[in-house]
């Protein structure tokens, strides 16, 4: 096992969500807590351990891909991959740091097809890759259906 590209594969998803946090820590007590949630919305002290394991699974299932080579068929996964690592920091971004809530779930939108489109390649390439992938998109459909409903509801 390339321990390597194991820790940097955790080290990268989890930096994506420190800076996608840094947008989110700042207004969850003050702007987010003002607003309209739907009534399935989680407790506020949910998210950062749910993230905390997402982010985790994600960096393990992008080195499983990522070990097996960059070849024809891993590099486009891995940059599919990539795309949606980057959508996923830009909606805590948009959401909570520009405070838009329309922008917002237009990013997340994207993003939960980011990760499908994601899984797909993974999963020609190492199934339980894909399979890590589950509890990270089962949750972005959570999300999408709480900024859908926030942004209904303000």
């Known amino acids: 096992m390339n321990w390597w590209k194991l820790i940097a594969s955790i080290l990268l998803c989890q930096l994506a969500g420190a800076i996608g946090s840094l ?15 739907p009534f399935f919305t989680p407790p506020n002290w949910a998210f ?8 985790l699974l ?3 299932s992008l080195f499983m891909v990522w070990n097996k080579g960059v070849n024809k068929k891993t590099k486009p996964a891995i940059q599919i991959f ?8 830009l909606w805590s971004i948009v959401f909570f740091g520009f405070q ?11 993003l939960w ?22 509890p990270y998109i089962v949750w972005v459909t959570i999300a999408t259906a709480l900024n859908a409903g926030v942004w209904l509801l303000n």
């Open 113 to 134: 097809l980011a990760i499908l489109w994601t899984k797909l390649r993974f999963w020609k390439i190492s199934k339980p890759a894909a399979w890590l992938l589950v």
């Open 82 to 89: 990539g795309l949606q690592l980057g959508l996923n920091t």
């Open 23 to 37: 947008a989110t820590v700042q207004n969850i007590t003050g702007w987010y807590l003002t607003l309209n949630k």
């Open 58 to 60: 994600m960096g393990i």
């Open 100 to 110: 838009s809530i329309f922008a917002g779930l237009v990013v997340i939108v994207l």
């Open 48 to 55: 950062g351990p749910v993230w905390l394991t997402l982010y």
